[in-house]
């Protein structure tokens, strides 16, 4: 099994539709740039826009940094586009909003609004709170039920998510997520085969289902497949490019593989910066990805380099398995899952 968690699948972030251009147009990309603007999107349809053209469309709750505000417009620039003022709220102010807003209105979907805030900040226990709310007053409401679901599994809470799978499923939902949740619910439980079952469906549902791909390469890679895993996660970077933690894990198995067939330094390096570079090199795990496939490569300067940044970064419970690894590149040995570290290079030879 992977170390790294398959993503689950919010219903805030699916289903966007683009809606018609009226009124101001945005303006064009600023010259300058100005202090940095979190913001939380308010609105579940919101566009970016250059212009009169939509570049781009993000869904409630997502999390923005803005610079440069020009008139009613912020600039996104990772959108690289202009969205309303008037569709997002500063970031510290957006639980505070969605609260208003189930004062004026208690209703179902007001409470499920402000759980998928809570989702975006990392607040799962309130957001299961919100959207057992939202259910009990409309027990129709299956965003609410899929993301509560979503909410207990990252909580490792996977028998309560099962049950909240199981009923969005039974009630006839025929959407890829989910089954892409239940499945990886499933192979949180440890049935890989029930997983399998589940991604199968997502997949029929949608071929083209990026996260589906990424979560049967993670059950792929639970059973030992692993040349099957990483053909999972290069077809859901082939579908979607931009799909970082697909590209980590490919890399994490080309350079640790326990099997030497498996191993390729080299194309772990590339998949491992390019995850690193979708995620601005801020994320330990895929820093921790690219140290290792550094040190495949026989990259043991990089490789020290990397793991260094990592331990900048990194949380106190995993501090002592990178100091470990890091101890690994400076003796000038690989690391690899599931089995012994190589034996260290002879001096006459190249590094491996």
């Known amino acids: 099994m992977s170390r790294f968690i398959a993503p689950l699948i919010g219903f805030a972030l699916l289903n966007l539709t683009v809606l018609p251009v009226s009124g101001q147009d945005a303006a064009a990309p600023p010259g300058v740039s100005t ?26 709750a997502q999390i923005l940094v803005g610079r440069e505000v020009n008139g009613s417009w912020l600039w996104i620039p990772s959108g690289n586009g202009w969205i309303r003022q008037s569709d997002v709220v500063p970031l510290d ?21 402000r759980g998928a805030a809570n989702v975006s900040l990392g607040q799962d226990q309130q957001a299961i709170a919100d959207f057992s709310k939202a259910i009990e007053l409309d027990p129709e409401n299956l965003p609410a039920l899929n993301d509560r679901g979503t909410s207990y599994r990252r909580l490792g809470q996977s028998p309560q998510a099962k049950a909240d799978f199981d009923r969005m499923i039974a009630k006839g939902v025929k959407h ?29 549902l949608d071929p083209k289902f990026a996260p589906a791909w990424e979560a049967s390469g993670a059950a792929r890679e639970a059973m030992g497949h692993l040349p099957k895993a990483i053909e999972d996660y290069r077809k ?14 490919a890399a994490w198995l080309l350079a640790t593989a326990p099997d030497a067939s498996v191993r390729n330094g080299a194309q772990a390096v590339e998949y491992a910066t390019k995850a690193c570079e979708l995620t601005s090199f801020q994320k330990a795990d895929f820093l921790d990805t690219l140290a290792a496939a550094h040190a495949e490569a026989g990259q043991f300067t990089q490789a020290v380099a990397r793991a260094r940044e990592t331990l900048q970064l990194v949380d106190e419970k995993h501090k002592a398995t990178i100091e470990e690894r890091l101890k690994l590149y400076e003796a000038g ?17 190249q590094n491996p």
């Open 236 to 249: 859901a970077v082939e579908i979607d490019p931009n799909f970082a933690m697909a590209w980590n894990n």
């Open 176 to 204: 890829p997520a989910a089954y892409t949740n239940r499945g990886l619910t499933w192979l949180d439980l440890g049935n890989t085969e029930q997983a399998m079952v589940d991604l199968h469906a997502a997949l029929e």
């Open 333 to 349: 040995r690989p690391f690899h899952e599931l089995g012994e570290p190589a034996p260290a290079p002879a001096k006459s030879s």
């Open 35 to 60: 202090p940095e603007h979190p913001v939380m999107v308010i609105k579940a349809e919101t566009e970016l826009k250059q212009q009169s053209e939509v570049v781009g469309k993000v869904g409630l």
């Open 93 to 113: 102010k957006a639980i505070e909003h969605f609260t208003s807003q189930i004062e004026q209105n208690p209703s179902s979907q007001s409470y499920y609004e």
